[in-house]
């Protein structure tokens, strides 16, 4: 009798389990989306802070997925250093880490990651995050040097800071 009881026992308990609506995936995932003021205030803070030390660059901040909130180009910057900023950005997102941090880390397959399409090591991308978690990335190009380019996206990250560290 105890060992049907525990058979018994054992299945109701796999039954509710199986049936327990925690276990099962989420249908609806909450989420922090970057809004565009926030965007346009890293972009232009990455762009003020080049532009002081003489530097005309291009800035991309985008979501989490990649794709562009905003796209920032100096007047003398070329329509490729909007691509490269965004190919920084991109590394960021695939990696959740500054674009230079990849780079090194990933040095011994930094050719083959470089030809991922959309994909470029180069130092100038940061991540943007919230409570720990990546909302996006803001990616920098025009400078001469990445370690640059990175100051300046750096700035941008700090013109905001306080917003994101008390965003809820």
């Not at 532009?51 to 990649?66: F, N």
């Not at 960021?92 to 083959?112: F, H, K, P």
């Not at 090591?121 to 040097?145: D, H, K, Q």
């Amino acid at each position: 009798m105890q060992e049907r009881m525990k058979k018994y026992l054992g299945c109701v308990l796999v039954s509710c389990l199986l049936l327990h609506p925690v276990l099962r995936a989420e249908d609806v995932v909450p989420a922090r989306l970057m809004g565009l003021e926030l965007a346009r205030d890293i972009a232009q803070g990455a762009v003020d802070a080049c532009r002081k030390d003489g530097y005309q660059v291009a800035v991309v901040v985008t979501d989490r997925s990649g794709d562009p909130v905003v796209a920032m180009r100096d007047v003398f910057v070329s329509k490729y250093m909007l691509q490269i900023a965004q190919n920084k950005a991109n590394a960021v997102v695939m990696s959740s880490t500054s674009s230079g941090e990849l780079r090194t880390n990933m040095a011994r397959i930094r050719d083959e990651l470089n030809e991922l399409d959309g994909v470029l090591l180069m130092e100038g991308g940061l991540p943007i995050r919230v409570a720990g978690s990546l909302m996006g990335a803001v990616g920098v190009s025009g400078a001469p040097g990445g370690d640059k380019d990175e100051a300046c996206a750096r700035h941008g990250l700090d013109v905001v800071q306080e917003r994101l560290d008390f965003a809820d």
